[in-house]
């Protein structure tokens, strides 16, 4: 069985730094194809993908924010870690990680598993 | 940057058939993936690869593609079905990952 779960902050002061850390179990992020992903949703708004880590440590951001995003993978204990710089009021959202799956080299992977989601709020 | 379109809202009433459309420039080399969303939930995978369905979703949903365009629909609409359904690809490079605007689906 599959399952994910996002851990962090609930609240956190515009310019300070956000960490999520997405815990998952029923699968491994050592597996070929594999990767983990964190989406975020703004109240009332679309869903947002944010950055991927494979299963090779390969790395991908979204290209109007990967200035203020790291990702990382502790294979060991089964977590995703994700950074987030300089926090804005305009990022509260709900910040979802997702299990991704990879089809071919140059086709879009997908998000087969999500996690309950977190909410983060940026206020002062 | 790469954008996908669909429609904010779609309503039809329960047995009727909705389809939800999804315009990209690059969908006619691109997969696209449609996930439901309910009030307070996580989105749930729906369709992938275009027209493939995961296991345990009903038959009723499917999906197509054609040019530009992808089509979910929902044929049979039950109350259940309400909820906000996005679409998922990529741009040509396949390595940015886009979703649409979502579309409301309302059972009357």
């Known amino acids: 069985q599959v399952t994910l779960r996002e851990s962090g902050p609930a609240l956190v002061k515009p310019t300070q730094t956000l960490t999520l850390t997405c815990t998952f179990s029923?699968?491994?992020?050592?597996?070929?194809?594999?990767?983990v992903s964190w989406i975020r949703q703004p109240p009332g708004k679309a869903l947002e993908w944010l950055a991927l880590?494979?299963?090779?440590?390969?790395?991908y951001y979204s290209t109007s924010l990967k200035t203020r995003l790291t990702i990382s993978k502790d294979t060991s204990k089964n977590q995703v870690v994700l950074t987030m710089t300089n926090m804005d009021p305009v990022d509260t959202a709900t910040y979802y990680c997702?299990?991704?799956?990879?089809?071919?080299?140059?086709?879009?992977?997908?998000?087969?598993?999500w996690g309950q989601g977190t909410l983060v709020t940026v206020s002062s | 940057s790469y954008e996908l379109t669909q429609p904010p809202s779609v309503s039809v009433s329960p047995g009727q058939t909705a389809r939800i459309t999804c315009s990209g420039d690059?969908?006619?080399?691109?997969?696209a993936y449609w996930y439901q969303q309910k009030p307070g939930q996580a989105p749930v995978l729906v369709i992938y690869?275009?027209?493939e369905r995961p296991s345990g979703i009903p038959e009723r949903f499917s999906g197509s593609s054609s040019g530009t365009t992808v089509t979910l629909t929902i044929s049979g609409v039950q109350a259940e079905d309400e909820a906000d359904y996005y679409c998922?690809?990529?741009?040509?490079?396949?390595?940015?990952?886009?979703f649409g605007g979502g579309t409301k689906l309302t059972v009357l």
């Open positions: 997702a299990r991704t799956l990879v089809v071919t080299a140059q086709q879009p992977v997908y998000f087969d598993y």
């Open positions: 029923g699968f491994s992020l050592s597996t070929s194809g594999m990767c």
């Open positions: 880590i494979d299963w090779d440590d390969d790395k």
């Open positions: 690059a969908l006619p080399k691109q997969y």
């Open positions: 690869k275009d027209s």
């Open positions: 998922q690809s990529a741009d040509s490079s396949g390595t940015s990952v886009v």
